[in-house]
């Protein structure tokens, strides 16, 4: 069951407060003469992506963290994610017959082992560089939550044609693993391709 609520503390204190839960943290605020909007997903406490959107444009990862560090108001969407003894993929692999790849899995990273073992050997060159094909549609991904959204629009944002597969994980907050399956759920769906 989602619980939402509003802190008003730093980002510090609340990711402190919040040692032990999953959600998505957003605001909007004033940093400097912009307004912005900013949106942290975690999980299990831990940061797993950071966004940080501007009119002058969008940042990710560190550079977006340290900008929203002092921002003192904060909505949270808290989301129930299974134990980590019932570790899933970010999302499952698609179906050969299918260009969905279907149905939504828990959030939890994968070990190498199992990812090679439930979708071959996803990208295993590092220097590829994805292109995009298509922009990112969330109404076609019925049953995903707002998290496993996240992460594949934040994936999907940083293909630009240009950063390889080893840069777009440096620039995400995730392991690699999951990185890596959220450009195959990517590719698959025909939104990317490399």
Known sequence: MDEKKVYYLDLQTLLTLLHNKTGTLTTKAKIGNQNVMGSISILRGEVTSCVLESPKGTLYGQEAFERLKPLQ??????????????????????SANTKQPLEPGKIAPMSPASTRANTGNITPNLLIVPHLMHPFNATTLNGYNAQQLTILHLVHSLVDGQRTIAQIQDQMRLPGETVRYALEVLRQLGTIAY
């Open 73 to 94: 108001e904060w909505q949270v969407r808290f989301e129930d994610v299974a134990p980590l003894s019932q570790k899933s993929p970010v999302l499952p692999p698609a």
